[in-house]
């Protein structure tokens, strides 16, 4: 998923070590803050209306096509799903309203290299934990009104080797993790926007 290329930073560097081992099978973790929007509990409009959808991926704030492509089908669902709109588009709508998502992957972790490497040469015994940091920006523009912004920000931890991931939270597969990170972040981003903005007026 969208910040699969760390990963594989991580597990090649350490496979430049060694090459075959089971525990060198990444692990990863979502942080609890957020949790799960219920769109059920969102302010919906009897008369909901129209809006552009506008999508971008960033890696350390710069533009990140392939992820970008990845990412937009889902957060074109979310929205559709959240029911605060009539319908969603990524082209123009006459109302002039604009829903724009960026999210940004802030590694919190660096020289993931020398990490991977000093994980090889110790078999896996050492392990290392990496730590992604997802900066959720949505912005919806209303033509005769102030423009609304809203910034969520969520944690996805991936261990490697013999490291333990943080407590009391549940391991799983890499690209579970990075979609539920992504569902997390997006809803909380809409939820947030719908407590404070007229959307459903």
Do not use: W
Not at 49 to 57: G, K, N, S, T, W
Not at 77 to 95: A, I, K
Not at 151 to 164: D, E, F, P, Q, R
Request: aromatic letters at 6%; a neutral charge; hydrophobic letters at 40%.
């Amino acid at each position: 998923m969208f910040n699969a290329k760390r990963a594989a930073m991580l597990i090649g560097a350490a496979s430049l070590a060694l090459s075959l081992s089971a525990c060198m099978t990444p692990h990863s973790y979502v942080d609890a803050k957020l949790g799960d929007t219920d769109y059920a509990t969102l302010k919906k409009s009897a008369t909901p209306q129209p809006v552009q959808l506008l999508v971008e991926f960033q890696t350390k704030g710069v533009p990140n096509a392939r992820a970008t492509d990845y990412v937009r089908s889902h957060v074109f669902e979310q929205v559709v799903q959240s029911g605060l709109f009539s319908q969603v588009s990524y082209d123009p709508v006459p109302s002039g309203r604009k829903l724009s998502v960026q999210i940004n992957n802030v590694p919190l972790t660096d020289n993931l290299a020398a990490k991977g490497f000093g994980v090889g040469l110790t078999f896996g015994a050492i392990g290392t934990m990496v730590t992604d940091g997802y900066e959720c920006t949505a912005s919806y523009v209303e033509p005769g009104h102030e423009p609304v912004t809203k910034v969520v920000k969520h944690v996805l931890y991936t261990t490697i080797g013999n490291a333990s991931g943080p407590e009391g939270l549940q391991s799983m597969p890499l690209q579970q993790a990075s979609d539920k990170v992504l569902r997390q972040i997006v809803g909380r981003s809409l939820a947030e926007l719908d407590q404070s903005t007229d959307i459903a007026q």
